[in-house]
């Protein structure tokens, strides 16, 4: 049954894409090496922008970059860009915008390099893109340079699946331009190991799917928060808010966005894999445990934590491989993906439509710009 859907498939694909995906990037190594040591070397800020799921990818690699050549780079969503450019650029502004769009339609996609362009001294763009015959796709310019993603990274469904990993791990891997062969063996171990969790894994969340939470919360730290942002959207949209969903960082939780755990609530916890950091998270597990009543737990993580295993419904383990930050976040998602189809179907929608009400569209539409 699950075959019989776009959003299904489109989820399952995604370790393979990623392989495509490097693949393609490899084949442009120099074109994209010589147009970012042109930008980078003159001093130019990398904006990372989007609308949505596409903005939720600057904010998961915003932190996730603090070691790369891109280090610094600011994330920014086009829907912020368009009310008040002046707030971000003036005309000493010389910005290297990464745009990312699954269509390279949606309004704000285009707005926003007008309005980048409009307000900064000095634009070039890189536009990561799904859609050959998008908008985006199709500007050209000596200031341009256009990654066109695999074709099947281009979602037929509502939800942005293969088109939001491929794109965040795109920009990963240009950001490791300079030693992008080396990158292959972590690419590979990363695709193998959600390949092997989402085949081990994809039963108890489709179990865990029909529990009867009527809202949700995903925490995360650092670039995890970024896809923590993501993950709710997922289950939102693909229930047609039917389940209400809440993100945050695990220390902020505790600071009034705690109030909506109660038995209704599904908790998901996307757990770092730095000690360091998991110390904190896993005091929060424990608080939640010992003083919230849920519907469930579910935590994700590299390996199963050594506290008592009472603290969880169910541990979803990614794999012991240490993976560079800004891949290994992407590891997670397929949860909220899987988790958001599978209770797509028991609310009795269609996953690669849910939205009955016509709230939400595949590619937004209604919006005016005004520049």
């Not at 990037?25 to 003159?42: M, V």
């Not at 419904?313 to 794999?319: K, S, V």
Request: include cysteine.
């Amino acid at each position: 049954m699950a075959l019989n859907y776009h959003t299904y498939r489109e989820i399952r694909q995604q370790p393979a894409v990623w392989r495509a995906a490097y693949d393609l990037l490899l084949a442009r190594k120099g074109e994209i090496k010589a147009f970012i040591d042109k930008y980078l070397s003159a001093g130019y800020q990398i904006v990372l922008t989007g609308a949505g799921t596409s903005a939720y990818i600057g904010d998961a690699l915003e932190p996730a970059l603090f070691n790369t050549r891109f280090h610094g780079a600011r994330s920014i969503a086009t829907t912020d860009i368009l009310t008040f450019p002046d707030f971000y650029f003036n005309s000493g502004s010389k910005v290297l915008l990464i745009s990312f769009a699954r269509s390279g339609n949606s309004p704000e996609s285009v707005g926003a390099v007008k309005a980048v362009e409009q307000t900064a001294g000095s634009v070039a763009h890189i536009f990561i893109t799904c859609n050959a015959e998008g908008q985006l796709a199709r500007t050209k310019g000596d200031n341009i340079l256009t990654i066109l993603l695999p074709p099947e990274t281009n979602d037929l469904s509502l939800a942005m699946t293969s088109s939001y990993s491929t794109m965040l791990l795109s920009c990963a891997l240009i950001a490791h331009i300079d030693e992008l062969e080396s990158q292959k063996e972590a690419i590979d171990t990363l695709s193998e190991h959600v390949a092997a969790a989402m085949d081990k894994y994809e039963s108890s969340i489709k179990e865990m799917a029909a529990r009867g939470f009527k809202r949700a919360v995903f925490l995360g730290s650092g670039s995890l928060k970024g896809v923590a942002e993501e993950s709710r959207l997922k289950l939102q949209e693909l229930t047609d808010g039917a389940v209400m969903c809440a993100f945050d960082s695990f220390l902020g939780f505790r600071h009034g966005p705690k109030a909506v755990v109660n038995s209704d609530c599904l908790v998901i916890y996307l757990l770092s894999p730095v000690p360091g950091i998991q110390r904190y998270e896993l005091d929060l597990i424990r608080q939640i445990k010992s003083g919230s009543k849920v519907n469930a737990s579910l935590i994700v993580c590299k390996e199963a934590p050594g506290i008592d295993p009472s603290n969880w419904d169910l541990c979803i383990e990614l794999g012991k491989d240490n993976l560079p930050g800004c891949y290994g976040a992407v590891a997670y998602v397929f949860v909220a993906q899987l988790l958001g189809f599978y209770k797509s179907l028991d609310c009795g929608l269609n996953p690669d439509s849910p939205s009955i009400s016509g709230n939400i569209s595949r590619v937004v539409e209604g919006v005016t710009l005004y520049i």
